[in-house]
């Protein structure tokens, strides 16, 4: 009992600003998907204008989710962000689903396929960083595991930003707040670099295809979409940290709409680039877009700066994922749904010490097994059951729960939540259409969390335990 009254005691402290919620907003959207996707998307959307149109609709509709989550983000302003809005509307269950997809999976699983990622932009500075040979290996069911220089630079990464954001908010924030900022400038920078001084030539914004029938251009426009909306991915996580936002009934609303518009006008400067650099077809199907891109503009010397730019924006994304993902958990372990441990503020830092130090482990377990992609994508449908049923969240609780103080109220009220709920149910069902055994494995990952909500609740109901996440 006195563990429990010390977790009671030492919380977490309010120490963030709106640039801070907006920077961790921005630096977690603007990863390496700003550099690759649109080769993808531009396989769907075959002309200029409904590539950029698509990248436009894109960040609106992200918009809709963002107005959507203002609201919830504002009525219930603590830490966990869609674990604290899908318990509240739908019962701890939907809550605890959604946090055990996002430990299991989604963030650790993130984290190190950005930290692998980043090993590959390294290796062309670095050529002794590589995952193909290794320092200790061997063979365990037929498969070949061990450490190479590659996975051993990975686990640094995650190890150092873990520590500096166990050691402070402020340090993670600050850290994140630089590596953010130098994002920008070089979203900003070399797209206006290339329009000035880029061998790119604008006639390429002409398209040579005849104008598409309304139900093509829809078709398209539904496959490319799916590329789009995750490439737009993150632009809630302010909501994870909402406990430690000054002012959260203001500044959590503010952030995630004022990170979507950067996000968005970010993404639209960088395809207005691509295009200028080369002619949609020389674009489609192309992964490494930004480097092609910068190498038709600027010479074979750019593509050693765009690797940099890339490397810049992986290490912000890294950052984002691990300073706001902890808190999740630590919501969870306060409603009695997670390790105990999880629940412990750092009495010193004022940070979810524990949550960070379980989620570096994990997060270190699936850079050494190879296995992190495989488990994204499984989880992309639970991932986008999880968005939409937040987003039907308002309507619930509008209707239930008419008493809880509501500082901001979704602009376009019905109308938005229900436009961003349709548009993630159409990609939802591509995916699901597209993918059916993928499907199936991602939502038996998420069912593999049952029994455990039941041996945990039935740990909680035995020992009277269970608070709601502040």
């Given at each position: 009992?006195?563990?429990?009254?010390?977790?009671?005691?030492?919380?977490?402290?309010?120490?963030?600003?709106?640039?801070?919620?907006?920077?961790?907003?921005?630096?977690?959207?603007?990863?390496?998907?700003?550099?690759?996707?649109?080769?993808?998307?531009?396989?769907?959307?075959?002309?200029?204008?409904?590539?950029?149109?698509?990248?436009?609709?894109?960040?609106?509709?992200?918009?809709?989710?963002?107005?959507?989550?203002?609201?919830?983000?504002?009525?219930?302003?603590?830490?966990?962000?869609?674990?604290?809005?899908?318990?509240?509307?739908?019962?701890?269950?939907?809550?605890?689903?959604?946090?055990?997809?996002?430990?299991?999976?989604?963030?650790?699983?993130?984290?190190?396929?950005?930290?692998?990622?980043?090993?590959?932009?390294?290796?062309?500075?670095?050529?002794?960083?590589?995952?193909?040979?290794?320092?200790?290996?061997?063979?365990?069911?037929?498969?070949?595991?061990?450490?190479?220089?590659?996975?051993?630079?990975?686990?640094?990464?995650?190890?150092?930003?873990?520590?500096?954001?166990?050691?402070?908010?402020?340090?993670?924030?600050?850290?994140?707040?630089?590596?953010?900022?130098?994002?920008?400038?070089?979203?900003?920078?070399?797209?206006?670099?290339?329009?000035?001084?880029?061998?790119?030539?604008?006639?390429?914004?002409?398209?040579?295809?005849?104008?598409?029938?309304?139900?093509?251009?829809?078709?398209?426009?539904?496959?490319?979409?799916?590329?789009?909306?995750?490439?737009?991915?993150?632009?809630?996580?302010?909501?994870?940290?909402?406990?430690?936002?000054?002012?959260?009934?203001?500044?959590?609303?503010?952030?995630?709409?004022?990170?979507?518009?950067?996000?968005?006008?970010?993404?639209?400067?960088?395809?207005v680039l691509y295009l200028y650099a080369l002619p949609i077809e020389r674009m489609q199907g192309v992964l490494n877009i930004g480097e092609v891109a910068?190498?038709?503009?600027?010479?074979?010397?750019?593509?050693?700066?765009?690797?940099?730019?890339?490397?810049?924006?992986?290490?912000?994304?890294?950052?984002?994922?691990?300073?706001?993902?902890?808190?999740?958990?630590?919501?969870?372990?306060?409603?009695?749904?997670?390790?105990?441990?999880?629940?412990?503020?750092?009495?010193?830092?004022?940070?979810?010490?524990?949550?960070?130090?379980?989620?570096?482990?994990?997060?270190?377990?699936?850079?050494?097994?190879?296995?992190?992609?495989?488990?994204?994508?499984?989880?992309?449908?639970?991932?986008?059951?999880?968005?939409?049923?937040?987003?039907?969240?308002?309507?619930?609780?509008?209707?239930?729960?008419?008493?809880?103080?509501?500082?901001?109220?979704?602009?376009?009220?019905?109308?938005?939540?229900?436009?961003?709920?349709?548009?993630?149910?159409?990609?939802?069902?591509?995916?699901?259409?597209?993918?059916?055994?993928?499907?199936?494995?991602?939502?038996?990952?998420?069912?593999?969390?049952?029994?455990?909500?039941?041996?945990?609740?039935?740990?909680?109901?035995?020992?009277?335990?269970?608070?709601?996440?502040?």
């Amino acid at each position: 009992m006195a563990e429990a009254n010390t977790t009671r005691e030492v919380s977490l402290t309010r120490r963030l600003g709106l640039f801070d919620a907006t920077m961790i907003i921005v630096g977690n959207v603007i990863g390496v998907g700003i550099f690759t996707t649109s080769g993808l998307a531009a396989m769907a959307l075959d002309s200029p204008g409904s590539l950029i149109a698509g990248w436009l609709i894109g960040g609106l509709l992200t918009l809709c989710g963002a107005l959507t989550y203002a609201e919830l983000g504002a009525m219930l302003p603590h830490a966990g962000g869609e674990f604290v809005y899908l318990r509240q509307a739908y019962g701890r269950f939907s809550g605890f689903l959604n946090g055990w997809t996002y430990f299991t999976v989604t963030n650790p699983g993130s984290i190190a396929a950005m930290s692998a990622g980043l090993i590959t932009y390294l290796e062309s500075f670095f050529p002794s960083l590589t995952f193909k040979s290794y320092l200790i290996g061997g063979e365990i069911f037929g498969r070949t595991l061990g450490i190479s220089t590659g996975h051993l630079m990975a686990i640094t990464v995650i190890v150092t930003f873990s520590f500096i954001n166990y050691v402070g908010l402020r340090a993670g924030s600050l850290t994140q707040n630089v590596l953010t900022i130098l994002k920008l400038g070089t979203v900003t920078v070399i797209p206006v670099l290339g329009l000035l001084v880029g061998a790119g030539e604008w006639s390429h914004f002409s398209s040579s295809g005849g104008i598409p029938s309304s139900s093509d251009l829809f078709q398209s426009m539904s496959i490319a979409m799916v590329a789009i909306f995750f490439s737009y991915t993150g632009w809630f996580t302010s909501t994870y940290v909402a406990s430690e936002i000054r002012d959260p009934q203001r500044n959590v609303p503010y952030s995630v709409i004022l990170g979507t518009l950067i996000a968005t006008a970010a993404y639209l400067l960088v395809n207005v680039l691509y295009l200028y650099a080369l002619p949609i077809e020389r674009m489609q199907g192309v992964l490494n877009i930004g480097e092609v891109a910068a190498l038709a503009l600027f010479g074979s010397e750019a593509s050693k700066y765009i690797s940099l730019a890339i490397v810049i924006s992986i290490l912000g994304a890294i950052n984002s994922v691990i300073l706001t993902a902890p808190r999740i958990y630590y919501a969870m372990a306060r409603d009695g749904l997670f390790f105990k441990a999880a629940a412990r503020v750092h009495p010193k830092f004022k940070t979810p010490a524990q949550s960070i130090l379980i989620q570096a482990i994990w997060c270190c377990v699936l850079v050494v097994s190879g296995t992190f992609s495989q488990l994204l994508t499984y989880t992309v449908v639970a991932m986008l059951s999880f968005s939409i049923m937040t987003g039907i969240s308002i309507f619930v609780l509008r209707r239930n729960r008419p008493d809880l103080e509501r500082p901001y109220k979704t602009l376009g009220y019905p109308w938005i939540p229900s436009i961003f709920v349709t548009a993630y149910v159409l990609a939802l069902t591509h995916v699901v259409l597209a993918s059916p055994t993928e499907s199936l494995l991602g939502l038996g990952i998420v069912a593999l969390g049952v029994p455990l909500y039941w041996l945990l609740t039935r740990r909680t109901a035995v020992s009277g335990q269970g608070s709601c996440a502040s």
